[in-house]
C-alpha cells in the first residue's frame, strides 16, 4: 500500500467539506459509479500531505454502474459540457470536471484500453500520473512517484492534442515545486521544447504566457522567467 493511500480519503474529505455541498456533490456521484481522482487536487494532497493547497479544481473520472442516474445529477447542478465531451460542473464556485471513464480523449485516441489502471498512463507528464479510488480508496502512483524519486519532469504519452500546454504545465511545476522537490526537464522533453522553439510559425514566449493568463486566470510566471527557463534548456 502506498504511504499516501489512508490520508487521501480523509484529506478529500476535508477539503470538500470546507463547502457542504460539494461534498454533497460528491456523495451523490459516488452513488452512480466509482469516483477516479485525478489531476492537481491528489498531487498536491500527496507532495503536501500536511497541509495541502485547495486545488484550482477537482478532476474526476467516474467508472459508472447508473449512469441514468448521473442523467439526474446533471439536472441537478449547474454544468456545462467540455469540447473533449466531459462535463465542467460548479458547485458552490468549486469546479468539478467530470467524464465517463470509457470515453476520455486518450481511451478514445490511442491504443490504451479502458481501466483505472491505465487512467493513470494516459498522461503527457508523468508528474500526472496518479488516480486515486474514492469508493475503494485505492491508489495507483507509479508514474508520479518515479517522477518525484528521480526529480524528473518526463514526457509519458506523446500523443497528446494539448502538448502546448503540458509545456507551460512543466514549466509551472517546475517552478512551483523548486523548494521541496527541485524537479528538471528529461531529456525526451527538452527536444520536445526545443523542436517548438525551433518552428518559426510558434512565437513559443508569447504563445506560452497567453496560455497560462487563459488557462490559469493568473500568471504564475511572467514572460520573463518563461523566456529565462527556455534559454536554459
Not at 11 to 36: A, C, M, P, R, W
Not at 64 to 92: A, M, P, Q, S, W
Amino acid at each position: 500500500m502506498s504511504r499516501y493511500e489512508k490520508n487521501l480519503k480523509n484529506q478529500l474529505i476535508y477539503l470538500l467539506g470546507k463547502h457542504s455541498n460539494t461534498l454533497n456533490f460528491i456523495d451523490e456521484l459516488s452513488e452512480v459509479g466509482e469516483l477516479l481522482f485525478f489531476g492537481g487536487s491528489i498531487r498536491d494532497i500527496c507532495l503536501f500531505p500536511d497541509n495541502p493547497p485547495f486545488p484550482r479544481d477537482f478532476d474526476i473520472a467516474i467508472k459508472f454502474k447508473d449512469k441514468d442516474e448521473f442523467e439526474l445529477i446533471t439536472k441537478k447542478y449547474n454544468h456545462k459540457k467540455n469540447r473533449f465531451g466531459g462535463y465542467k460542473f460548479k458547485v458552490e464556485n468549486i469546479e468539478f470536471d467530470v467524464w465517463d471513464l470509457e470515453n476520455t480523449w486518450a481511451f478514445n485516441n490511442t491504443s490504451l484500453q479502458a481501466s483505472e489502471e491505465n487512467l493513470a498512463k494516459s498522461v503527457y507528464l508523468n508528474i500526472d500520473g496518479i488516480v486515486y479510488n474514492f469508493n475503494k480508496s485505492r491508489i495507483y502512483d507509479e508514474l508520479f512517484q518515479t517522477s518525484i524519486k528521480d526529480r524528473k519532469l518526463d514526457v509519458h504519452l506523446e500523443f497528446n492534442p494539448q502538448v502546448e500546454l503540458n509545456l507551460l504545465r512543466a514549466l509551472v511545476f517546475k517552478d512551483k515545486y523548486k523548494d521541496e522537490y527541485k524537479l528538471n526537464f528529461s531529456n525526451k522533453l527538452k527536444k520536445i521544447f526545443k523542436k517548438y522553439l525551433e518552428d518559426e510559425t510558434i512565437e513559443l514566449i508569447d504563445s506560452l504566457y497567453d496560455l497560462q493568463c487563459a488557462h490559469y486566470k493568473k500568471d504564475y510566471l511572467s514572460k520573463e522567467k518563461i523566456e529565462f527557463e527556455l534559454q536554459h534548456i
